[in-house]
């Protein structure tokens, strides 16, 4: 599954998402797999269609389409995986630049300009070595060079050679946006551990991934349900305050169990209302206070310590 959401400041919202299939299939399992009657261009289809495109192409048409359904952003957030020069390029040709991006990049052999010469990463960090560029930031516990390089086809760009504590490998992480400092920059990139968060509450709490259909469309709804549901309880806890999904998960919860017992009790209530109803209709004249020794309240008493006590207290306390 692929995700795409916006973070506005306070919470993470799911807006959009695709499933993706293996390229390769061994012939047994490609014969397996259950098939369904679609009607061409219809939704299923078109979600069929998704499942054989590259992720970084349906990572573009999702940003597209939410910037087209009015949600703008001023970063895109994104790992090492979607850090490619053509997506890069691509996040920055949409609505003329208007959103930077900020993402991990690999060790490869692409080349940056610097100083006028051509460097890989591999090269760069040597060289920034030498000039003794290193610096280090006491909030974040990193050893880190921040430098501005022209990326060929981007222009401009900034990176952060890092190496976290414990890490004998440098990471490395681009920025569009070369105003931005290496502290601020952590600050944003790491934003997009919200998604991961959405990751955990959604399958913990809401069986994301965990439907155990074989049609394709019923995986379809399952998915969009669960972030329906996560879009609200995550209003929900924004209103209320509560601190994770899973503790607005379990209140809601028991507000539920609390809401269907007391359905439950009041329709006994009801029930033993009418018998009281209808045995006094029966009693003429009628005195209130002998109503305590006649045979309709010794009945309906008998009857509420059955039903009641015996099976609304203990099927409770069973639950």
């Not at 052999?109 to 040597?126: M, P, T, V």
């Not at 086809?153 to 004998?168: D, H, M």
């Not at 995550?234 to 169990?257: P, Q």
């Not at 359905?263 to 033993?272: I, N, S």
């Amino acid at each position: 599954m692929l995700f795409f959401g916006l973070f506005d400041g306070q919470s993470f919202n799911p807006l959009d998402f695709s499933i993706h299939s293996e390229k390769k299939l061994e012939l047994k399992k490609r014969k397996n797999q259950f098939n369904k009657e679609c009607i061409p261009n219809s939704n299923g289809y078109k979600r069929r269609k998704e499942c054989l495109v590259k992720k970084t192409t349906n990572a573009l048409l999702m940003i597209k389409r939410a910037i087209k359904n009015g949600f703008t952003a001023r970063y895109t957030l994104v790992d090492s995986w979607f850090g490619s020069k053509g997506f890069i390029k691509a996040v920055r040709e949409i609505k003329a630049g208007a959103m930077d991006i900020i993402c991990g990049i690999r060790r490869d052999k692409r080349k940056y300009e610097y100083e006028g010469d051509s460097f890989n990463a591999k090269q760069l960090i040597k060289k920034l070595r030498k000039e003794k560029k290193q610096k280090r930031c006491r909030k974040w516990n990193v050893r880190y060079f921040e430098v501005t390089v022209n990326y060929d086809g981007i222009g401009n760009v900034k990176l952060y050679i890092c190496r976290f504590p414990f890490q004998k490998k440098w990471r490395i992480f681009l920025s569009t946006d070369t105003e931005l400092t290496f502290v601020k920059m952590m600050e944003i990139y790491s934003v997009r551990w919200s998604i991961e968060v959405f990751f955990k509450e959604a399958k913990q709490h809401l069986m994301l991934g965990k439907c155990q259909s074989r049609d394709f469309d019923a995986q379809i709804a399952n998915t969009t349900i669960a972030c329906i549901l996560y879009i609200f309880l995550s209003y929900y806890r924004r209103v209320n305050d509560y601190e994770t999904i899973g503790v607005l998960f379990e209140v809601i919860k028991n507000e539920i169990c609390e809401k269907n017992i007391a359905q439950r009790l009041w329709q006994l209530f009801d029930e033993l209302l009418q018998v009281i109803v209808s045995s006094i209709t029966k009693l003429a004249p009628f005195n209130i206070s002998r109503f305590r020794d006649s045979q309709e309240y010794l009945f309906v008493k008998s009857l509420f310590e059955r039903s009641f006590l015996a099976y609304q207290i203990m099927g409770i306390n069973k639950a």
